[in-house]
């Protein structure tokens, strides 16, 4: 089989409610679309979701990159039945573009197998455990939105600090939810050392399951873990192998998020919950980064390793979006992800709301 065209999508999907954090807020998420189309008509979906808010690269970049393996004069001549040069030009690229296009090829590979009389898809549904997203604001109103997701079935709650009043959205939280509830808290990064060890000693008393990223550095963390209670979790200062590595070494954190554009895909992933304890988390993806995180949290599970087997995914965040491009994707169930049923990834397009939601 070999690669017929690349077809690279920028598009936007708009959020219900302004999506608000310590770095800023977000009334859309930008994205691309990557569509890789092989000679005999089978597609593979890919996706990119740039870090901007978290100092990674713009759109723009991603766009040119991807366009760049679009554009290349051999395009038509790659074979993808075993290990594609594609895969390799992908190293080179960004991690949000490196993320999409070994998505896209593994998607593609899992569509051929079916085709070549492989299983379409998993013989039982195997669903991923989901925490719920609450974005920053008043404490009270932060505390309504934790008893929407919890009348949904949900009962891992992830609140988005470093702003104003963060104990008290956490108390409010703890009081609506219950004692039985897990909480885990991120500050993405943005309080200093000092002001991370006098909040979390604050929160000591509410049951916090985990701090995410509280300060910047691996250093910091593993000062910091030393220091409180609370577990300490890795984000932005885990964004590859090397780190992951260095994270253990110094003992920087108790687990680490994982978000595929972050890392650069699902061989990334994978690579890095090889090394620290993890859970895969959004990057506020469309359908198909979804869909590939919701699949690495299956292979996480797949395992004798128990520190891996009790951590809810932040991959309902599909449930903070007022629209979809999917027409077939990921579902949202009693705070559970079922993943689509098809072959690859089981997503599909739905191309009139794609169009809608160009760039």
């Known amino acids: 089989m070999r690669l017929a065209s690349v077809e690279v999508i920028p598009y936007a999907l708009p959020f219900r409610e302004p999506y608000v954090t310590a770095r800023g807020w977000l009334e859309k998420r930008e994205m ?29 970049r991603v766009v040119i990159e991807l366009k760049g393996l679009a554009d290349h004069p051999s395009i038509r001549e790659r074979e993808l039945e075993g290990e594609s040069d594609l895969a390799s030009e ?39 455990e989901c925490n719920a997203t609450l974005v920053a604001g008043e404490p009270s ?52 050392l000092g002001t991370a060890r006098r909040i979390l000693t604050e929160l000591e008393e ?51 998020g994982i978000k595929l554009s972050k890392v650069g895909g699902p061989e990334h992933a994978v690579a890095i919950a090889d090394l620290l304890p993890a859970y895969v988390s959004s990057a506020l993806d469309g359908p198909v980064g979804i869909a590939a995180a919701a699949q690495v949290a299956q ?7 128990p520190e891996r087997l009790d951590l809810a995914h932040g991959l309902a965040t599909q449930r903070l979006f007022a629209s979809t491009i999917g027409a077939v994707e990921c579902e949202l169930r009693g705070g559970m992800l079922y993943p689509p049923p098809g072959p690859g990834l089981g997503v599909e397009i739905d191309e009139d709301a794609l169009e809608a939601h160009r760039l």
């Not at 092989?38 to 759109?59: C, M």
């Not at 197998?113 to 492989?118: D, K, R, T």
């Open 32 to 60: 691309v679309l990557l569509r890789l189309r092989s000679d005999e008509g089978l597609v593979g979906l890919g996706e990119a979701v740039p870090l901007s808010l978290r100092g990674g690269g713009t759109l723009e």
């Open 90 to 128: 992908a190293f080179e690229l960004s991690a949000p573009s490196r993320c999409a296009t070994l998505t896209a090829l593994m998607d593609l590979r899992g569509r051929l197998a079916a085709a070549n009389g492989g299983s379409e898809g998993p013989e039982e549904e195997r669903p991923v």
């Open 141 to 192: 109103a932060v505390a309504e939105d934790a008893l929407r997701w919890a009348e949904e079935g949900f009962s891992t709650f992830k609140l988005k600090l470093g702003g104003a009043d963060d104990v008290g959205q956490v108390r409010a939280v703890r009081e609506a939810v219950g004692a039985e509830a897990r909480i885990r808290i991120d500050a993405n990064a943005v309080w200093d």
């Open 206 to 256: 509410f049951a916090i399951e985990l701090a995410e990223q509280p300060v910047a550095t691996l250093e910091e963390l593993a000062e910091l873990s030393l220091d409180s209670s609370i577990p300490i979790a890795a984000d932005e200062s885990v964004t590859s192998v090397e780190q992951a590595e260095r994270a253990a070494s110094i003992g920087a954190c108790a687990y680490t």
């Open 299 to 305: 292979t996480l599970h797949d395992t004798d390793r």
